[in-house]
């Protein structure tokens, strides 16, 4: 399993040498949280104010592939 702190939030994945699944997402306090997912990929976004805060995992018979990123001041 593997965690990625973000700005507003904490996304826990169970990654696999050609596939991942989500295991938790916690926003901090006062902030929203929105899980999107498809076959091959999956995104958690975080947001607060004007701040995006996002966590995107994608794959496709590869080994799982991590961004994060934070749109916003």
């Known amino acids: 399993m593997h ?3 973000v700005l507003g939030g904490r996304v826990a994945l169970d ?3 050609t596939e991942a699944r989500l295991v938790s997402a916690v ?3 006062g902030w929203s949280m929105q899980v999107w997912h498809g076959e ?3 995104r958690v976004d975080f947001s ?3 701040r995006v805060s ?3 995992v994608s794959w ?3 080994e799982p592939a991590v961004q ?3 749109i916003g001041n």
């Open 54 to 56: 996002t966590v995107s």
């Open 15 to 17: 990654q696999r040498p």
């Open 27 to 29: 926003p901090e306090p």
């Open 3 to 5: 965690s990625y702190p």
């Open 60 to 62: 496709n018979g590869t």
């Open 68 to 70: 994060t990123y934070v």
């Open 40 to 42: 091959q990929w999956l």
């Open 48 to 50: 607060k104010d004007d």
